[in-house]
Nanobody
Framework: QVQLVESGGDLVQAGGSLRLSCAAA????????MGWFRQAPGKERELIAT???????YYADSVKERFTISRDYAKNTLYLQMNSLKPEDTAVYYC??????????????????????WGQGTQVTVSS
């Protein structure tokens, strides 16, 4: 049974850092693309980072140079290191598994409907 469980969300001051974790079960995080999305109140869900099976990463402009996506094969866990946090980063953060048909060695899917399993989300709140 495929499961994704996020953790690490918290209340943090602007300029601070957090690391989100996404523990996977029922598959291996290196076997398909993985992604992090976020959704702020009143806004659409936004893709912010992906990692392909070969390790190629993608970042939305809004988080580039501040966030880093990574994965640990031994722990079967996906991570999102978030530095220099801003109040506009406040959102619920979700990890998701890219469908095998949409994933490749060098690229990751960019549309939400190309991700077939989602975690429950973890709240990140950045105070000014």
């Amino acid at each position: 049974q495929v499961q994704l469980v996020e953790s690490g969300g918290d209340l943090v001051q602007a300029g601070g850092s957090l690391r989100l974790s996404c523990a996977a079960a029922g598959f291996t995080v290196t076997s398909t693309a993985m992604g992090w999305f976020r959704q702020a109140p009143g806004k659409e869900r936004e893709l912010i980072a992906t990692i392909s099976t070969g390790g190629t990463t993608y970042y939305a402009d809004s988080v580039k140079e501040r966030f880093t996506i990574s994965r640990d094969y031994a722990k079967n866990t996906l991570y999102l290191q978030m530095n220099s946090l801003k109040p506009e980063d406040t959102a619920v953060y979700y990890c998701a598994r890219g469908s095998y048909s949409s994933s490749s060695y060098y690229s990751s899917p960019v549309r939400a409907n190309e991700y077939d399993y989602w975690g429950q989300g973890t709240q990140v709140t950045v105070s000014s």
